[in-house]
């Protein structure tokens, strides 16, 4: 075993390419979206050393292009839960006890390998298999992804580095022990980066992962799992398998080494999920580690003194890159009536201005939602709301599902700030405004911070300080993530941890050395030199 005190390289945020024409990494994208499209992928399961294929295939379609057959893969059954439960246990004893260095080492030959070769494969991955346009792409499958890899070593090393005093004759230790069992990972659609996090945050501290993606990125996840077991990831260390949630779930949640739950997704979800792990709390070793990150309905409040220009960029951003399918998004906004005729204009003229079709085309700005049933939930508040005299559409209001999923990116102007589409998530390029008189800055405040069950993302913009003082007090708690003059999204790995709290999760930051710590299990050793031989205390003598 190696011998030394070692210091990990320092992290600093991958740099963003631009993919801008003639460059080197547009050929490569559009190269590799061109092979990955004229072929049809066979995606196994990965269950300890083994490819798994069931025979049991479902099909992968673009969003943007739901006739093209892009893969197929094999589904699953309890059967290969439970396989997949007993590689990760029989592989927990040598991954745990790998020196941490050398568990550093693998995940940081992850990101270099994901910085160069992997690049354009996962990137075009997530173009395809989730309708990102380029850039979407690459601040997610790309930079994002590298940064929690090369971060979360960093952050790793700090967490051992903590360590107690120790007083005269007595050394103290903390050993940070990886969870007894194994972790269950459940990952969403919309970010690749957060697939794999999920994945490589508990496996770095040393714990053993299943993980089941959702389907629609499932394409992008078959990348991802190759990329860990070419950086050098043990079989068994995480293995990915495919099936029916509650089928999994059952299994899952009835194991006694069932140790933690590692979830992005809906809040309906996550809480029945929480539901079940307290109905079995008897069953488990220990106390389940349940850590989530889910919904929001994420606002943009704009006070009297705001820049027209900063409000808009702001809105047009963060309500409508990729689609508004991010737990982050834009999707409702508070603006005063001062301001109002000036920003309409611009705002509905810049949508006019927005390009919505494939992502293979890089001038699209707006590409088709997830899948089907997305596109009919979205359509049918639409339709709605084009039937509905109480509000105005002023920009969008259409959908097309011919050729693929595609919503327009859609403004809807209500007079009723408990209207239904400012309540409910609706995870889709639809932003609704609330026109407020500009006395009633304070009192929108309060609106604002009980309007929603979610806590995630918010922002003000605003050129008064006073008011951006009384904004962040006021909704300290209305949002995990509050941006000054800027969108609500696009939150970067080690400048700004992610997370919400309320009813949009547990608020343990992706992205920081908070949600690392709750992948280990703290063990305090004293070891004391020269202990006493009697048991007698001075204070007992006459």
Request: with cysteine.
């Given at each position: 075993m190696l011998k030394g005190f070692f210091n990990v390289p320092n992290p600093v945020n991958e740099p963003v390419l631009n993919y801008g024409p003639h460059s080197i990494e547009r050929a490569e994208l559009q190269a590799a979206l061109s092979e990955m499209r004229a072929s049809v992928t066979d995606i196994p399961m990965y269950i300890g050393s083994e490819e798994v294929r069931t025979g049991k295939t479902l099909e992968v379609r673009p969003p943007h292009d739901h006739q093209h057959l892009l893969a197929t893969y094999h589904d699953g059954d309890a059967s290969h839960v439970t396989a997949a439960i007993d590689a990760a246990l029989a592989a927990k004893h040598d991954w745990e006890n790998m020196p941490w260095e050398q568990r550093a080492a693998i995940f940081l030959k992850a990101a270099d390998l994901l910085a160069g070769p992997y690049r354009a494969r996962l990137n075009a991955a997530t173009m395809l298999g989730q309708s990102k346009n380029a850039y979407q792409a690459e601040i997610d499958a790309a930079c994002e992804f590298i940064d929690f890899l090369r971060f979360n070593v960093h952050y790793m090393t700090q967490i051992y580095a903590e360590q107690p005093q120790s007083g005269k004759g007595v050394w103290n230790r903390v050993e940070y022990r990886p969870l007894e069992g194994f972790v269950f990972a459940i990952t969403p659609f919309n970010f690749t980066a957060i697939a794999g996090n999920l994945c490589a945050s508990a496996a770095m501290m040393g714990n053993v992962v299943v993980w089941k993606p959702a389907p629609t990125q499932i394409y992008a996840a078959n990348i991802t799992m190759?990329?860990?077991?070419?950086?050098?990831?043990?079989?068994?260390?995480?293995?990915?398998?495919?099936?029916?949630?509650?089928?999994?779930?059952?299994?899952?949640?009835?194991?006694?080494?069932?140790?933690?739950?590692?979830?992005?997704?809906?809040?309906?979800?996550?809480?029945?999920?929480?539901?079940?792990?307290?109905?079995?709390?008897?069953?488990?070793?220990?106390?389940?580690?349940?850590?989530?990150?889910?919904?929001?309905?994420?606002?943009?409040?704009?006070?009297?003194?705001?820049?027209?220009?900063?409000?808009?960029?702001?809105?047009?951003?963060?309500?409508?890159?990729?689609?508004?399918?991010?737990?982050?998004?834009?999707?409702?906004?508070?603006?005063?009536?001062?301001?109002?005729?000036?920003?309409?204009?611009?705002?509905?003229?810049?949508?006019?201005?927005?390009?919505?079709?494939?992502?293979?085309?890089?001038?699209?700005?707006?590409?088709?939602?997830?899948?089907?049933?997305?596109?009919?939930?979205?359509?049918?508040?639409?339709?709605?709301?084009?039937?509905?005299?109480?509000?105005?559409?002023?920009?969008?209001?259409?959908?097309?599902?011919?050729?693929?999923?595609?919503?327009?990116?859609?403004?809807?102007?209500?007079?009723?700030?408990?209207?239904?589409?400012?309540?409910?998530?609706?995870?889709?390029?639809?932003?609704?405004?609330?026109?407020?008189?500009?006395?009633?800055?304070?009192?929108?405040?309060?609106?604002?911070?009980?309007?929603?069950?979610y806590a995630l993302t918010g922002s003000i913009i605003s050129q008064d300080r006073y008011a951006i003082a009384k904004a962040s007090d006021k909704l300290k708690y209305a949002a995990g993530n509050f941006y000054i003059n800027d969108k609500p999204t696009g939150a970067v790995v080690g400048q700004q941890p992610f997370g919400g709290a309320r009813g949009s999760g547990t608020n343990d930051k992706a992205g920081s050395m908070l949600n690392l710590l709750r992948w280990v299990s703290p063990r305090t050793i004293k070891e004391t030199f020269d202990p006493p031989k009697d048991y007698r205390y001075p204070f007992l003598q006459k």
């Open positions: 190759q990329l860990f077991l070419e950086a050098g990831v043990p079989p068994g260390v995480i293995n990915l398998i495919y099936g029916d949630g509650p089928t999994a779930g059952e299994v899952i949640f009835k194991h006694p080494d069932f140790a933690g739950l590692h979830f992005t997704g809906s809040t309906g979800v996550f809480q029945n999920l929480w539901k079940t792990i307290g109905e079995n709390i008897h069953q488990y070793k220990s106390y389940p580690r349940i850590v989530g990150e889910t919904g929001g309905k994420d606002f943009v409040l704009a006070h009297p003194s705001a820049d027209v220009d900063v409000l808009n960029v702001a809105l047009l951003r963060g309500a409508f890159e990729y689609q508004g399918q991010k737990c982050s998004a834009a999707s409702r906004a508070y603006i005063p009536a001062s301001l109002w005729p000036q920003l309409k204009d611009k705002l509905v003229n810049e949508i006019a201005s927005f390009k919505v079709g494939p992502v293979e085309d890089f001038g699209n700005f707006v590409n088709a939602v997830i899948d089907e049933r997305s596109f009919d939930k979205l359509a049918k508040y639409i339709d709605a709301a084009n039937a509905d005299p109480e509000v105005e559409v002023i920009a969008g209001g259409t959908h097309d599902k011919t050729k693929g999923w595609f919503i327009s990116p859609t403004v809807i102007v209500t007079k009723d700030p408990h209207y239904v589409t400012m309540c409910d998530e609706l995870f889709g390029p639809v932003l609704t405004i609330y026109v407020y008189d500009d006395a009633e800055f304070d009192n929108i405040m309060g609106i604002i911070d009980t309007t929603s069950k």
